[in-house]
């Protein structure tokens, strides 16, 4: 069975979808095979791979109602052994309609748990909305771990607590299995002292669940997503893509050990 | 009455909490009596004021369900003329609890309309959570207009026109009143190809609806918050906070001419 990871962080911006294209493209480049499912109603992670809208028929939102499984909303991306499942502006609509439906929280653990197509993967990321609703519930209800893109920022550092109090919380009351895969630091910025203060800050606070590779504030990992390309398709050279790289050696590695 | 004006933007990180506090506070310094109020779970513009989460009693979750009126919740601010209404961790389940509670939509309007306190005010922002969810909403139904920042990158461009869609169906369905403040590109990198490109799309897209004024990137503006200060106290000659001044007179200019 695949190593289920969901990318999530309630604060806005932080690079959850960007971390969850690169990181499984560097993935997919390392031989793994991998499928990245996008459960965020901005469907950016779809978009980062050139899978255009009017090709989104079935989706995401699919998976949640129950309606579909894996082989009927899977779609093919660019990077050999990288497939998506991606989403459409009908997710927008899940949080509301989730409310009121029975088993709310684990219905893409339902429909997904036992689905065949789940043992063709190694890696399975989720790239989730920023907000603790029940669509990131439902990723993390279903994920055996949880990475944790944090930007290095005040703002960010402000709302790692809330997260760690929630992970916490799905653990003791959904998925008893739930880990904290590691907390990569995102768009580090040398010239600037506030990067590096948070940086400092969050080491201190988590020690080794931080990783050790940071990944560089690069405009080129900005630009890959109107190419429709992770970036290390667009430019596998530049300090960004080099840093997914490394992130997903480090990942491995950490696999190994465990 | 006050103009009553929602930051509002699904896409998460574009600077909608930065631009509520620090033209907040600009529309303050030129002499405006101005209330913000912090609809956002994570309570950033709340932080961003220096409010520590201890002294967070009542806040914007008990205007929400109607427990409390302005009076009851208001906060002062260290900008003279500048109050705040916090917000709390309760927030959190507010989106949950709202979709089973009668006028759902209405709740933040039903609460506010007819509060006398509204009439001490020339300004209301409402900063938004990084959602269209029932909180977004409640703001969108009792705002006059919705000022939208639009960071400039490609993942915020893509999310542009779903925002625009859904601000025509608020106001279709809830509040026909609703108009669009304008759309102010914010974190503007002039070093950076990007920033220009998208720059030139919204501009060609949706003309004079963009605000002249262009908020650049600026370390001080994301050091400020560390500090408990708006970018105008913490440094009122730096870049960020000029551009937040020369906004604030552009808002002021629009509202003569209408
Ligand atoms: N290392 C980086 N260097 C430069 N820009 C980056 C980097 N990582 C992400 N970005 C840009 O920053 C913006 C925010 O990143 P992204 O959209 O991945 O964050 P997110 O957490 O998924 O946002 P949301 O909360 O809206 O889902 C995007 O425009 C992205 O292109
Ligand atoms: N002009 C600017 N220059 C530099 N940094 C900025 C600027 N505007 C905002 N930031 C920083 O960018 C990050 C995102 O901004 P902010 O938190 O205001 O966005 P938001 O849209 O409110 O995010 P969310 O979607 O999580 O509510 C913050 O860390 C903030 O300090
Ligand atoms: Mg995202
Ligand atoms: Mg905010």
Do not use: W
């Not at 932080?14 to 493209?25: H, Q, S, Y």
């Not at 095979?33 to 901005?42: E, G, S």
């Not at 919380?169 to 990067?195: H, P, Q």
């Amino acid at each position: 069975q695949p190593n289920i990871i969901a990318v999530a962080n309630q604060k806005g911006g932080v690079g959850k979808t960007t971390t969850a294209i690169n990181l499984a493209t560097a993935l997919a480049a390392i031989g793994k095979k991998v499928l990245i499912i996008d459960l965020d109603p901005q469907g950016n992670a779809s978009t980062g791979f050139g899978i255009d809208r009017s090709k989104r028929k079935l989706s995401s939102y699919e998976l949640i109602t129950g309606e579909a499984d894996i082989a009927a909303v899977l779609a093919p991306t660019a990077v050999p052994g990288l497939y998506i499942i991606p989403s459409t502006i009908d997710l927008s609509g899940a949080d509301t309609e989730l409310v009121t439906m029975s088993r709310r929280a684990y219905r893409l653990r339902d429909t997904l748990e036992f689905d065949p197509s789940l043992g063709n993967f190694d890696y399975v990321l989720i790239d989730c909305p920023p907000s603790l609703s029940l669509l990131t519930l439902n990723a993390l209800t279903l994920a055996q771990s949880v990475l944790v893109p944090l930007q290095c920022e005040f703002f960010a550092l402000e709302g790692l607590s809330l997260l760690l109090r929630t992970i916490e919380r799905v653990k003791s009351t959904y998925n008893g299995s739930l880990a904290i895969s590691g907390v990569v630091l995102t768009m580090f910025d040398k010239r600037n002292r506030l990067s590096d203060q948070v940086a400092k800050d969050v080491r201190g606070y988590l020690g080794d669940v931080v990783f050790k590779t940071v990944i560089p504030r690069n405009v080129r990992v900005s630009e890959a997503p109107s190419h429709g390309k992770p970036a290390l398709l667009y430019d596998h050279r530049c300090s960004g893509s080099q840093a997914y790289m490394r992130l997903a050696s480090e990942i491995l590695k950490r696999e190994r050990k465990a």
